[in-house]
Nanobody, 115 residues
């Protein structure tokens, strides 16, 4: 069974940090590109960061410097590091694995940035 499971979300204070994980199973993770998205309450889903199967990364310009995407193919896991968290980072964070013919989505992990 194909699965993508996000974890690591929770409550973080402004200025704090979190590392989100996206653990894959049931498919060949190493040949899939990984994208992290987020969806704030009442807003549309937006792209945060991308990492190719070769390890190349792309970020949304206004988020670059606070977010870092990485992957560990040996662990079938992708990560999203959030530093200097802001209240506007509050959102459901979702992981997508995109292959040549197939795309898989996780269920998301909630990040809340608040005092």
């Amino acid at each position: 069974q194909v699965q993508l499971v996000e974890s690591g979300g929770g409550l973080v204070q402004p200025g704090g940090s979190l590392r989100l994980s996206c653990v894959a199973s049931g498919f060949t993770f190493s040949v899939y590109d990984i994208t992290w998205y987020r969806q704030p309450p009442g807003k549309e889903r937006e792209l945060v960061a991308f990492i190719s199967r070769g390890g190349g990364t792309t970020y949304v310009d206004y988020l670059k410097g606070r977010f870092t995407i990485s992957r560990d193919d040996a662990k079938n896991t992708a990560y999203l590091q959030l530093n200097s968290a802001k209240p506007e980072d509050t959102a459901m964070y979702l992981c997508k694995a995109g292959g040549r013919e197939k795309t898989y989505w996780g269920q998301g992990t909630q990040v809340t940035v608040s005092s």
